[in-house]
């Protein structure tokens, strides 16, 4: 009986070690999900995915143009930020600058004024934190310029 009791204290905890290891499983995963590029590429395609899924809506009258404008804007920064993210990340490589309509799914005419209404507005608010202030404050006048020029809506969205 003795003996039994001494072997007990020996042998490992493997319950505790299996939590272990889950744990630093997990914490390994969110951190690869935060910094890996493979993952960052892979959540700047959901994102914008999610923002073409926001202008199909808003074009197949299934959305209003205020809450597509704030969908669109929340994909926008985050697609920023993940382009930032990589960028620091990845060396410095001379790309090609491909000025094509990103959030604009296929078969819907990016130069459909709803489409540029929605656009222009989603864009006008998702002026990244990193710019002046100043600076933004002047580059949201000559979006609403654009935007009234064009005769479309200004659109706020709520903070």
């Not at 003795?2 to 390994?28: K, Q």
């Not at 995963?29 to 590429?41: D, E, S, Y």
């Not at 704030?70 to 382009?83: G, M, P």
Request: with cysteine; proline share 6%; charged share 25%.
């Amino acid at each position: 009986m003795a003996d039994d009791r001494a072997s007990n204290r020996r042998r490992p905890n493997t319950g505790l070690t299996l939590a272990a290891i889950g744990t630093v499983l997990v914490v390994a995963g969110i951190q690869a999900w935060k910094n890996w590029p493979v993952a960052l590429r892979y959540r700047q395609g959901r994102t914008v995915e999610a923002g073409r899924a926001v202008v199909r809506r808003y074009v197949g009258g299934q959305d209003s143009l205020s809450a597509a404008v704030c969908h669109l804007a929340t994909a926008i920064r985050r697609y920023n930020n993940l382009s930032m993210r990589l960028a620091s990340m990845e060396p410095r490589q001379v790309r090609r600058i491909e000025d094509k309509p990103l959030f604009v799914p296929p078969g819907i005419d990016p130069k459909d004024p709803r489409v540029e209404e929605l656009t222009g507005n989603a864009y006008r608010i998702s002026i990244p934190d990193a710019i002046p202030a100043g600076v933004r404050t002047e580059i949201m006048r000559l979006n609403d310029s654009m935007l009234r020029a064009r005769g479309f809506r200004i659109v706020e969205c709520a903070t």
